[in-house]
């Protein structure tokens, strides 16, 4: 059964710190998408890739994250330095698009992050 | 106003009875629409997705849509305890039709 895989499942880290944050998507998808989730925003899009290229990363703060697809195996989300406020599960999902017609997205597990 | 809005509930319905969760979104050219499951502490589930104005019925899961009002619905029947869970309606807002939006979930809760 094909699936999104992420890692780490959960970290937990101090104020300041750099995290990174991997996905493997579906073999065969050609766009990535990054969600975060908090009980008070729900989720939300961050950024996303087609084809490797970022197409559009307004929902992320610019100044401390940051999101690369180094090769078609391979997304990663950096947060640096991380906050408090980051706290939250950060998700992966990937799919095929580009026809025009949207078949819908599959999840990764997710990454539950804790800032303290 | 949000782009895709959701009754946070939560929906109590006691088993064997239909559950019905509603949506409204705002962007009149969205074209494409979804229904997600997400059980506590994992990851959203696709489980419907639908196109065009009309029912779309997949064993026990029926979505509709009208296009007209802005409103899509998902309606459970024989809705069993292990349906409880949160229902996501995701909507692609964009132009690309890629782009999905979600509403911030119903919590639905099936009585024994």
């Known amino acids: 059964d094909a699936r999104v895989t992420q890692t780490p499942r959960h970290k937990v880290t101090e104020m300041g710190q750099e995290v990174t944050m991997r996905c493997q998507p579906i073999?065969?998808?050609?766009?990535v998408f990054w969600y975060r989730q908090t009980m008070m925003q729900g989720l939300e899009l961050l950024a996303y890739?087609?084809?490797?290229?970022?197409?559009?990363d307004s929902g992320m703060p610019k100044d401390r994250f940051s999101a690369e697809m180094p090769d078609a195996t391979l997304a990663t989300l950096k947060i640096q330095p991380s906050e408090p406020r980051d706290s939250a599960v950060y998700f992966c999902?990937?799919?095929?698009?580009?026809?025009?017609?949207?078949?819908?997205?599959?999840f990764g597990s997710g990454t539950r992050l804790t800032v303290v | 106003q949000k782009e895709v809005e959701q009754n946070s509930g939560p929906l109590s319905v006691p088993e064997g009875a239909i559950a019905s969760l509603n949506c409204t979104y705002s962007?009149?050219?969205?074209?494409?629409f979804f229904w997600y499951r997400q059980y506590s502490g994992k990851s959203p589930e696709l489980i419907m997705s639908?196109?065009?104005?009309g029912d779309k019925e997949d064993g026990r899961f029926t979505a509709q849509l009208n296009k007209a009002s802005q409103y899509v619905s998902l309606l459970i029947r024989d809705s069993q305890p292990s349906d409880s869970a949160t229902y996501l309606c995701?909507?692609?807002?964009?132009?690309?039709?890629?782009?999905?939006?979600f509403g911030t979930g119903t919590r639905l809760t099936i009585i024994p």
């Open positions: 073999l065969g998808h050609n766009t």
């Open positions: 962007d009149r050219v969205s074209q494409s």
């Open positions: 890739f087609r084809n490797r290229a970022p197409l559009d």
């Open positions: 999902a990937s799919g095929f698009t580009g026809t025009g017609f949207n078949y819908g997205y599959t």
């Open positions: 639908i196109y065009s104005n």
């Open positions: 995701a909507v692609a807002i964009n132009f690309g039709n890629e782009k999905l939006t």
